[in-house]
């Protein structure tokens, strides 16, 4: 991809079509939408003010576009989804991640239609695809976050079913979802999780205000479990695959988070050419100092550096491989690159980039959240270097 902040895609014209509809959406309906809602990136977002723009996102064809056409969508390739979510990212919009399904949508349950029964899809599923319910996935407790294996909630079998107890934390759109994916250790079995579509409204279960991130944005809930009966047809997949099923395609998910970053990253590259471009200062202007601009140099060369790693691993994706140590290098360099380019973006903007509610600001904390969540750099590099030593054998 030859270098564009904001590319055009004219040598793939279904794309450029799409990522034209969907600038000319967030740029304006979506953010009249918001303007009149008075929605600022710290509101809390209720179902009254999601539901409208889930509906009309899948009017336009944009939530679930990922998914098969069976399913409702148009089939698109892993390296059209990332432009596409490039394009969600740089576009700064608070409701952005509700336009193609990631946040409770059809983005978190795309790969679990050849997991689940028939009747999971009907109840569950296919009304997320259609803007009707909406999800969350929980997996992470207080102890047990990378090392998902230190969790302590446990299911235990019982006549037609299970009684679930536990914690979960940092439930993503738990606020507004209607059921979870929960994992939990199966009771008297140490190395064993299984998978479960829990409705939120059932006995025995807590939707808490979780803790406020960085961001400020109100999004993250606690789901407490106490004793909670979930019916034996609630099991997603076997007894056992619970890790499985929620570390599954990991791959490509690791790779998909990354354009996400890339697009705040682009945004924050763009402010901060206006600013200096605009900024009086001893005389002249930010942009005409050398020093600014050498920086200015060395954040667009990471940029560019982040993206083509990132497009290189799904372009692999839809070519059918299985990039494995691209992914674990994609993550690892979009993190610490993009959080490195909205540091030194804040730098450059001095004060008014340092006050709470600044898009800069805003954009600094999401991409230090992002070195850490969906796999903290270190575990990152724990990845290249076990998929590096299965290379050895080359060297010889």
Request: proline residues 3%; aromatic residues 6%.
């Amino acid at each position: 991809m030859s270098f564009s902040l904001r590319p055009e895609y004219g040598e793939d014209p279904e794309l450029a079509v799409l990522v034209k509809r969907l600038r000319e959406y967030l740029h304006g309906e979506l953010a009249d939408y918001e303007h009149e809602h008075g929605l600022t990136h710290r509101s809390v977002l209720t179902r009254d003010l999601l539901e409208p723009v889930w509906r009309r996102s899948r009017e336009l064809g944009f939530y679930g576009i990922h998914l098969p056409e069976a399913l409702g969508g148009a089939g698109l390739s892993y390296t059209a989804l990332g432009a596409l979510k490039e394009e969600v990212g740089a576009s700064g919009r608070v409701l952005s991640t509700s336009v193609l399904g990631d946040m409770g949508g059809p983005l978190r349950v795309g790969s679990l239609f050849d997991i689940a029964t028939p009747a999971q899809i009907e109840t569950y599923l296919r009304p997320v695809v259609e803007a009707e319910r909406a999800c969350c996935f929980s997996m992470t407790e207080d102890d047990a976050g990378s090392d998902v294996r230190r969790m302590t909630t446990t299911a235990t079998r019982v006549e037609g079913g299970y009684r679930i107890t536990g914690k979960k934390v940092f439930s993503t759109a738990g606020t507004f979802a209607d059921f979870a994916l929960v994992v939990a250790r199966m009771a008297g079995q140490e190395e064993a999780y299984s998978a479960f579509l829990v409705d939120l409204d059932r006995p025995g279960v807590r939707v808490e205000d979780g803790a406020l991130p960085l961001t400020g944005q109100n999004i993250e809930s606690d789901v407490v479990l106490d004793d909670c009966f979930v019916p034996a047809e609630n099991l997603l997949g076997e007894e056992g695959q619970g890790l499985r099923i929620a570390l599954g395609r990991v791959t490509a998910n690791r790779l998909l988070h990354c354009p996400t970053a890339l697009g705040s990253a682009r945004r924050v590259i763009a402010l901060t050419l206006r600013h200096a471009a605009q900024r009086p200062v001893s005389g002249g202007l930010l942009l005409e100092k050398q020093a600014v601009q050498h920086m200015l140099a060395d954040m667009v060369t990471e940029f560019q550096a982040a993206r083509t790693l990132t497009y290189d691993g799904l372009r692999a994706l839809d070519a059918g491989e299985r990039p494995r140590i691209e992914s674990f290098m994609a993550k690892l360099f979009v993190g610490e690159s993009a959080f490195r380019i909205a540091d030194t973006a804040m730098q450059l903007h001095g004060k008014a980039g340092m006050v709470l509610g600044a898009e800069v600001e805003r954009i600094w904390h999401g991409l230090r959240m992002f070195r850490v969540l969906t796999g903290a750099s270190e575990i990152q590099r724990n990845g290249i270097v076990r998929e590096l030593v299965t290379h050895l054998g080359e060297l010889d």
